[in-house]
């Protein structure tokens, strides 16, 4: 059974970081496609970034430079280092898998964690 829990969603103010984890059990993190989407208020859920061996990166052009996506592999484990956050960042951030980044859809959800920028 394939689980994915974020946390580390918080309130904080514009300018601010945080760092979102996401613990996954079911599946390994350095053999799958992970990745991180958002769903702001009333809008569709988009893609944010996603990293596939060997430590390869990419990021939707509104948060390049700001976030980071990483995986720790021992502790099967997906971050996302959130830094100089935005009002326009808010949203429920959700974690995701799936076999190849280059080929099918999204397989697996985590539930996602509220990040909630303040100006």
């Known amino acids: 059974q394939v689980q994915l829990v974020e946390s580390g969603g918080d309130s904080v103010q514009t300018g601010g970081s945080l760092r979102l984890s996401c613990a996954a059990s079911?599946?390994?993190?350095?053999?799958?496609?992970m990745g991180w989407f958002r769903q702001a208020p009333d809008k569709e859920r988009v893609w944010v970034a996603q990293?596939?061996?060997?430590?390869?990166?990419s990021y939707t052009n509104s948060v390049k430079g700001r976030f980071t996506i990483s995986t720790d592999n021992a502790r099967n484990t997906l971050y996302l280092q959130m830094n100089s956050l935005k009002p326009e960042d808010t949203a429920m951030y959700y974690c995701?898998?799936?076999?190849?980044?280059?080929?099918?859809?999204?397989?697996?959800w985590g539930q996602g964690t509220q990040v909630t920028v303040s100006s």
């Open positions: 995701a898998a799936k076999g190849s980044c280059y080929r099918g859809s999204w397989t697996y």
């Open positions: 990293i596939t061996r060997p430590n390869i990166t």
């Open positions: 079911g599946v390994t993190t350095s053999n799958y496609c």
